[in-house]
């Protein structure tokens, strides 16, 4: 049995990955939710395998993951799992590469490890809390940029809609990816020096990455620049902004007067 929480994540998430590769050579079973969203036969064998792995190493552990009913007895725990089985379904549907496995422990309602694994890029994010993050081992570092203008963002288009900037809309480089987690990585490793959403934002969406983020020297808030915290009654955030610390501040001082004075 793997020593740590965090070995056990990165184990499980390798054997996910592999699952979910195997399923992208039959019929991908794909189905509508309530919302709309799309859910295929992966999605729903990749959740039942991490259950089975993750929850028989650690039992006392509760469970939260966008394809399974939630179960209020998650909040009698003080260690949860929080996963996304694929993240980006649609990527996934779509052949494309840019889907993630995202996996989380929290504690007391912070998340304390967590891995990010994109199968088709051969990449995986991982961090402990307190120990920094990697991706394929090799240490992570986040943008030291300082100014907004001009900064190389990952959000959608909606995310620049002037209702969201009372203070003015940045001027920024925008790119996109589907998976939030990946875009969170993507961050960590300095590749864009923020990212964010003014949407509500699932736990299993954002909890690893935001560690992962953070670790690499990051700031990681919700969309208001207040503290994260998980395992939630109700499993949202109110959005989600990873950036380096200056740019951080930028944006959740553009979002009202005294959001940028919040905890991160």
Not at 120 to 133: E, N
Not at 246 to 263: H, K, M, S, Y
Request: charged share 25%; glycine share 8%.
């Amino acid at each position: 049995m793997p020593a740590t929480d965090l070995e056990l994540l990165c184990d499980a998430a390798r054997a996910a990955g592999r699952l979910a590769l195997e399923h992208r050579s039959g019929d991908l079973n794909v189905v509508r939710k309530a919302d709309d969203s799309p859910v295929t036969g992966a999605d729903l064998a990749v959740d039942a395998l991490l259950r089975n792995l993750l929850s028989a190493a650690r039992p006392d552990y509760g469970w939260l993951s966008e394809e399974t009913p939630d179960d209020a007895h998650r909040l009698s725990r003080r260690h949860v799992f929080i996963v996304d089985p694929i993240d980006g379904t649609r990527s996934y549907i779509a052949g494309e590469d840019t889907w993630a496995h995202s996996l989380a422990v929290a504690e007391d309602g912070e998340v304390t490890a967590a891995v990010v694994l994109l199968p088709m890029k051969d990449r995986l994010y991982a961090a402990a809390r307190g120990r920094g993050a990697t991706r394929n081992g090799m240490p992570l570092r986040a943008s030291d940029a300082a100014a907004l203008t001009g900064a190389r963002v990952l959000a959608t288009k909606p995310s620049l809609d002037a209702r969201h900037w009372p203070r003015g809309v940045p001027d920024v480089r925008r790119s996109h990816r589907p998976s939030i987690a990946y875009r969170l990585g993507l961050v960590a490793e300095g590749r864009y020096d923020g990212m964010f959403t003014f949407r509500p934002s699932w736990e299993w969406d954002i909890a690893a990455g935001s560690l992962i983020a953070a670790e690499a020297g990051a700031r990681a808030s919700d969309g208001t620049g207040s503290a994260l915290r998980f395992n939630n009654p109700h499993p949202q955030s109110d959005g989600i902004v990873a950036a380096s610390p200056g740019i951080w501040q930028e944006i959740v001082a553009r979002q009202g007067t005294d959001r940028a004075q919040r905890p991160a």
